[in-house]
Structure formats: structure tokens, C-alpha cells
């Protein structure tokens, strides 16, 4: 665990300034329709989504049916329009009506919800109303994606500003009492969610590895979670060369892996995991020798999204309380350039005996996943799931849009592709087949870090990954193209996304993914 030294005050006030707060606003169940009517006055804004074929009938359930069946007669109905007026009460509370196809996917229906929740920010408000008219299981979706929306809107992104922007800041959310809407699940996803994204948004000079592992111990111990800090003197024991490598640039021996223990209270006393959370955590990345050019690195303090997305759904499970045992394996480290940095062509051997020809030191991230890797798995868990922002092929082949995603389980393909379409965080599953290996043949060892081409890299980095993952052991790994989009993705309106923790929840509890694994594996 971790131990504070004389500097114990200033390094508690450090960790409490970089906190965030994940409370959500109070959330209101509107059990009639006279109580919806009568909340109406009440309430800054109002949002509403349903199908594009619903008949008029359905805005009967809401305040001013009329208004709301005018806005939609105002011309012919289109999926995905948006349309706005104000309620004819003292507050004039803004009403805004969007509309889907009558099969719309998640990522549809988080799509119009996050465009509906813009048009409401415009009135910064400080009570919102959210409904999804006409019943049902689409209806239902609608309702979490508004809400969603909602929390994910209410969340404040880390701002160092001497003079704080000051805004109304959303209070309360008022939803009807009928759809079978899961409320606890949409709050921790939610927070997970939120948790991912203020990590990740954070400055490198104030998530360094020291803050975050000062905060990640703050955060576990608030949740009863256990942790321990492998620093580098410990990885040096255990063989993990493949991270020390890239460390080795870093001015202060500060970097390590952080390993995270949730355990059910009724099988506290589980040894293995059920799963292996591991996430990517480059606080920020240089490129090392191979030094990136200024608009490569611009934003590279957000190549720690994966060790973020890990993080956030341990606490998520832990939240819900799941009936299973969870690890999260965090590699933090930063990848500098300096007189102790790796090169190209050294030869280092990973912490299970893999030796690994050096390329290019801006592949610093498979480096890293590789002894993390291997030491998740010497703890034999069913399923291994690791989150990176680990190449640039990965956009280039989806864009932002859409994740990568690899697994040694033919079994597991369709819940990774499933998770993706339910949650509204998409996925599309590349080959791992064995011949790509031909690609990673090295001369002197018994592996190269990357080819010298970048084609196919996430491929590539896909297999190369693969051999530091124990044969028996089911594995997922997620190439996190999505981590960044400018503009947002789904229902999230900032350039950050947290994409990962939706997935991550819908897998593991929804898809019953550890069930597929331990049969597969």
C-alpha cells in the first residue's frame, strides 16, 4: 500500500485538489402523469426522443401534449431530427423532441441523446426532465441514453482556470416511473464513465506517476479495494525488463505497475480472478529516441486512457457489487527521450522469458502490456481484458468511431461483438491468425517489437502482445481508437470519450462473457 513521507500534508492536499467529484445529481422518479404535468413547471428543460413512425398518442404522458404533437407535425418526420420550443408556462421551459427509426442501435439512440442534451445545455439548466414516450424495450434504451446523457453533461472536465467559469449546474434529473429502467447500473456506468474521463484529461504535470498512484491508492482504499504498487526495484525482481525499458528515460524512478484487488464479500476469499482488467498508462509519451514531431505529441498525456478505462470499471464492478473476483493491472509510466532512453535494436526480455528485438522506441505501449501482461497471468485468471490507445492503424482503419478488438477465443467473438452493439461503444474484431507472425521474425531474439513497415501494425501488435499471455488463459484486447474524437462519440459531447467502461460492464455482467471464457479457455 502505499506510504506517505514527511511531505505527507502537501501530498494529501495534491491528491484531493486532482480528485473529482463522481456525486450525480439527484435523480427523481415521476410516478403519474399528474405528477409529470405538475413538474413541468418546475423544470429548466425538458427532452423527449421516440420513434420516427409513433403516432400522436404518445405525447398524451407528457406536460402539454398538444405543443409536442405541433412540434412534431411542423414538417415530415426524419430519423435523427431534433426539434425545440418553449412550454407555455411561467418558467417557459425549453422542450426538446428528437427522432429515431423504429430499430435504432444504441449508438443511434446515445447519438440523438447526446444531440438533444446539447440543445438543452444551451439553457444551462438546473432541473431536466428526460422521457421516452410510447413504452417498451426501445423506450427503455431511449430512457438510459437520455440519462446517461444527462450524468455524463452534469460532469465537469478538470479546469485549472484562476477564475473559474461560474454556470447553473444540473441539480436534479426528472424521469417517469414506467420504463424497466436500471438506474444503479446507469449510475456506476455512468461514473465509470466520468471517472475515465477526467483521468484522462488531466495535464501531464499534474498526473504524474507519483499523483496517480497516489490517487489510485485513495480511490481503492475509499472502495475497500486492495492494492499494491510494483515500483521498479520490485519489476527488476520479477524480471519485467520490457517496461523497465521504456522507464528507464523517465528523470525520477517514480513509474510502476499498480495491481487492484476487488473481491466479493461472500468470496473474499478468492485467490485467482475471475478477470484481469489491464490497462495501458503512458502519462505521457515522447516517443522516446524515435522522438515524435509537435503535432504527434500535442496530446499524448491521453495515452494513459486504457490504465484510465481499467480503472474506472474495477470501481464500476465493485459499485455494482459483482459476483465475481476482478484485478486491475496498471502500467504507469511516462515514455521520455534522455541519455538512459531505449534504443532501437536493444535486446530485452520480458518478465516470462521472451526476448524482444527493439524497433522503435514510440512502440513503447506493447512494451509495457507485455510484462503486465505476463504477470496478470501468473495469477490465472479466466479472462484477461486489456484496454490500450495502443496504434494509429487502428484509426486509420475505423477512424474514431469504432475500437479494435482481438481475441485468442474464437468463442468470445460474438460477446465482444455483442457487448459493442448493446452498449453503444462499438467494436470491430480484426484476424489474430497465426501467420501474421512471420511479420515479427527476428534474427537475434526471439521476437521484434513492431515490423519496420507500419502496415497492419494493430494487427501486429495484436500477435506480438499474444505471446506474453499465458496459452490456458482466455484474452481480449482492446485497441482504443475511440479514446479521443474531436467533437465527441455517442452521447459524449467532450473530445475525451471514456470509451471502454460501457463495454467493459455490458460484457462482463450483461454478456456473461466469463461463462464463454472458462468454457473456451
Not at 430519423?79 to 442501435?105: C, H, I, M, P, W
Not at 525488463?241 to 499498480?258: C, D, H, M
Request: charged fraction near 20%; charge should be positive; glycine fraction near 8%.
Amino acid at each position: 500500500m502505499l506510504t506517505l513521507r514527511a511531505d505527507a500534508p502537501r501530498a494529501t492536499r495534491l491528491v484531493t485538489s486532482l480528485l473529482p467529484s463522481l456525486d450525480h445529481p439527484r435523480i427523481v422518479r415521476l410516478g403519474s402523469r399528474a405528477a409529470v404535468r405538475r413538474a413541468a413547471g418546475t423544470l429548466d428543460a425538458i427532452i423527449v426522443a421516440t420513434s420516427e413512425d409513433a403516432g400522436e398518442r404518445v405525447f398524451d404522458e407528457l406536460p402539454e401534449p398538444d405543443r409536442w404533437r405541433d412540434l412534431r407535425l411542423r414538417s415530415p418526420v426524419r430519423a435523427g431530427d431534433v426539434r425545440t420550443t418553449t412550454l407555455a408556462n411561467e418558467r417557459q421551459t425549453l422542450a426538446a423532441l428528437g427522432f429515431l427509426r423504429a430499430k435504432a442501435s444504441a449508438f443511434e439512440t446515445a447519438t440523438l441523446a447526446g444531440r438533444l442534451l446539447k440543445e438543452a445545455a444551451a439553457r444551462k439548466p438546473a432541473t431536466l426532465g428526460i422521457f421516452a414516450p410510447g413504452g417498451g424495450a426501445q423506450a427503455a434504451g431511449i430512457l438510459d441514453a437520455l440519462l446517461q446523457a444527462a450524468l455524463a453533461h452534469a460532469f465537469p472536465l478538470p479546469s485549472f482556470r484562476t477564475a473559474p467559469r461560474r454556470g447553473e449546474r444540473l441539480r436534479s434529473i426528472a424521469i417517469p416511473a414506467g420504463p424497466a429502467l436500471d438506474v444503479r447500473y446507469a449510475s456506476a456506468a455512468s461514473r465509470g464513465n466520468n471517472l475515465a474521463r477526467w483521468l484522462t484529461a488531466l495535464p501531464p504535470n499534474k498526473l504524474d506517476a507519483t499523483a496517480y498512484r497516489r490517487l489510485i491508492a485513495s480511490m481503492a482504499r475509499e472502495r475497500g479495494i486492495g492494492m499494491r504498487w510494483l515500483d521498479e526495484q520490485a519489476l527488476r525482481r520479477l524480471g519485467a525488463n520490457a517496461f523497465l525499458a521504456v522507464s528507464a528515460g523517465n528523470a525520477q524512478r517514480t513509474a510502476g505497475i499498480a495491481h487492484l484487488r476487488y473481491r466479493p464479500r461472500a468470496r473474499s476469499a478468492a485467490r485467482s480472478p475471475a478477470v484481469a482488467l489491464v490497462g495501458k498508462g503512458i502519462l505521457f509519451d515522447t516517443g522516446g529516441t524515435n522522438l515524435k514531431a509537435h503535432r504527434a505529441m500535442l496530446d499524448m498525456h491521453t495515452d494513459m486512457a486504457g490504465s484510465a478505462v481499467a480503472l474506472a470499471s474495477l470501481f464500476a464492478l465493485a459499485e455494482l457489487r459483482a459476483p465475481f473476483a476482478a484485478d486491475a493491472w496498471l502500467a504507469i509510466t511516462e515514455n521520455r527521450t534522455g541519455p538512459q532512453a531505449y534504443r532501437p535494436q536493444d535486446i530485452v526480455q520480458a518478465a516470462n522469458g521472451v526476448t524482444i528485438q527493439v524497433v522503435h522506441t514510440d512502440a513503447e505501449g506493447r512494451m509495457v502490456l507485455a510484462d503486465t501482461l505476463a504477470l496478470a497471468g501468473r495469477t490465472q485468471p479466466r479472462l484477461i481484458l486489456d484496454f490500450a490507445t495502443l496504434t494509429g492503424a487502428a484509426v486509420y482503419a475505423l477512424t474514431e468511431r469504432m475500437s479494435a478488438v482481438f481475441t485468442n477465443r474464437p468463442a468470445l467473438e460474438e460477446p465482444l461483438a455483442a457487448a459493442g452493439r448493446l452498449s453503444g461503444e462499438r467494436v470491430w474484431r480484426f484476424p489474430l491468425d497465426a501467420d501474421y507472425d512471420s511479420d515479427l521474425d527476428s534474427k537475434v531474439a526471439d521476437v521484434l517489437q513492431c515490423a519496420v513497415e507500419g502496415k497492419g501494425d494493430h494487427i501486429l501488435a495484436a500477435r506480438f502482445l499474444s505471446r506474453f499471455v499465458p496459452k490456458d488463459v482466455a484474452w481480449a484486447h482492446i485497441d482504443l481508437a475511440s479514446a479521443m474524437r474531436s467533437g465527441g462519440l455517442g452521447h459524449i459531447n467532450t473530445d475525451v470519450t471514456g470509451f471502454g467502461v460501457r463495454y467493459a460492464l455490458e460484457l462482463l455482467l450483461r454478456q456473461k462473457a466469463l461463462g464463454t471464457a472458462g468454457a473456451a479457455a
